[in-house]
């Protein structure tokens, strides 16, 4: 399940003073393994400082350029973020999984459709994918693209994104928001309330738009829903990327329990705890279930409740439904009766 592959970094891009894209070169004989949906993601696995960690980063390169591209945004005091903008150069090799993930555009070639996005920061990668797919696949389709950053020395792949509105002018529109830097051309401030009502009541009101895509911080995100459920924006309409949660889960569970876990066309049982997540148990007993952020955001982990019961006390990311059908994501989940049967299989 956890299906990692060695590939070697081709070239380190430094996108601004704290960003880079690591663009890997992918062997012919696994390309069609690594093809991806633009939206994507794909997970890192690498030793930093002697521990093992996998990250999560969405691709910001289109599926149908010829390598693959992430790009990472260094955090303060971060593990992988800081190694990568530090020390990664070309020719180093690091393990990555398959693309995965909920989050996609799937371009319809015969369709003539309107997309707006909202990307605060490091939130730019997968809609970048999507912009630059959407522009050469949808060759009719519009994409409004509302980008928050600090100052335009920090915004990424912002020479790109005027080379393209260049070459595709009445079809890709971009507006720039800084928190730093007041300029000509650009919004002050944030992306809050009143930028939303401005791009779809006022600047882009003659554009019947058929999806939003929202990536960025949480605070973000839930203002930028709110304000599209205002506006009548339906839910279905609605589509977003959390890079991290604020809020993750804890045990209210306690005491020992049996998980009967079906892996990789295997099955194992084993004794576990109440009080630690199912994920956190499984790879306890050294087996190598899926997962990318451990934070309740990626779905790497998502599992199926066969037998028993467990709950997730915070889920960002399952639909009702999902859940309804037994979907946990085992990193915020906690079994509950003295038996439960989860299959990773049938996720
Ligand atoms: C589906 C998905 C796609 C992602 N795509 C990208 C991408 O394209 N580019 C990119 O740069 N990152 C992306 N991320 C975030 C990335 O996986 C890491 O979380 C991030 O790079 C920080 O890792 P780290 O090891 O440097 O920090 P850690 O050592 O894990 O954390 C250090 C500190 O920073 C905080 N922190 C962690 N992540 C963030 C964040 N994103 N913003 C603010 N604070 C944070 C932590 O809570 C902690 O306090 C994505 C995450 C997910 C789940
Ligand atoms: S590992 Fe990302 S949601 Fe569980």
């Not at 005091?77 to 020719?91: M, Q, R, V």
């Not at 696949?137 to 912002?158: A, D, H, P, W």
Request: with cysteine; hydrophobic share 40%; net charge negative.
């Amino acid at each position: 399940m956890s299906q990692f592959v060695t590939l070697t970094i081709k070239k380190v891009i430094q996108e601004t003073p704290s960003a880079v894209s690591l663009v890997f070169e992918v062997p012919a004989k696994i390309r069609s393994d690594f093809h991806f949906i633009p939206g994507q993601f794909i997970t890192l696995k690498a030793k930093v400082n002697g521990q093992e960690v996998r990250r999560a980063y969405s691709l910001s390169s289109s599926p149908n350029d010829p390598d693959i591209k992430v790009s990472v945004k260094k955090i303060a005091d971060g593990t992988f973020s800081i190694y990568a903008n530090e020390n990664l150069k070309a020719g180093d090799q690091l393990e990555v999984m398959v693309p995965e993930g909920k989050f996609k555009l799937q371009p319809q070639p015969n369709k003539n459709l309107n997309y707006m996005a909202f990307a605060a920061g490091s939130g730019i990668t997968p809609i970048m994918s999507m912009i630059k797919t959407v522009l050469t696949e949808e060759r009719n389709s519009k994409f409004v693209l509302i980008y928050g950053n600090k100052s335009s020395t920090e915004t990424m792949f912002f020479k790109e994104l005027l080379q393209l509105q260049s070459i595709y002018p009445n079809r890709l529109f971009l507006e720039f928001i800084y928190s730093r830097e007041n300029t000509d051309g650009a919004r002050f401030g944030r992306i809050d309330k009143s930028t939303v009502n401005f791009a779809v009541k006022n600047k882009f009101k003659d554009i019947s738009f058929n999806d939003f895509y929202l990536c960025g911080p949480e605070a973000m995100i839930t203002t930028v829903k709110e304000v599209l459920a205002e506006n009548n924006v339906s839910n279905e309409a609605i589509h977003f990327e959390l890079f991290t949660a604020t809020e993750t889960a804890k045990a209210t569970n306690s005491g020992e329990t049996i998980i009967h876990v079906v892996l990789d066309d295997e099955q194992a049982q084993i004794k576990a705890d109440k009080s630690i997540t199912l994920l956190d148990n499984v790879l306890k007993a050294d087996m190598d279930a899926p997962y990318s952020c451990k934070g309740g955001v990626c779905c790497s982990c998502i599992c199926r409740v066969v037998e028993g019961e467990a709950n997730m006390p915070v889920n960002n990311l399952l639909t009702d439904a999902e859940v309804a059908e037994g979907l946990v994501l085992a990193c915020q989940a906690y079994a509950i009766s003295d038996s439960v049967k989860i299959d990773f299989d049938d996720a």
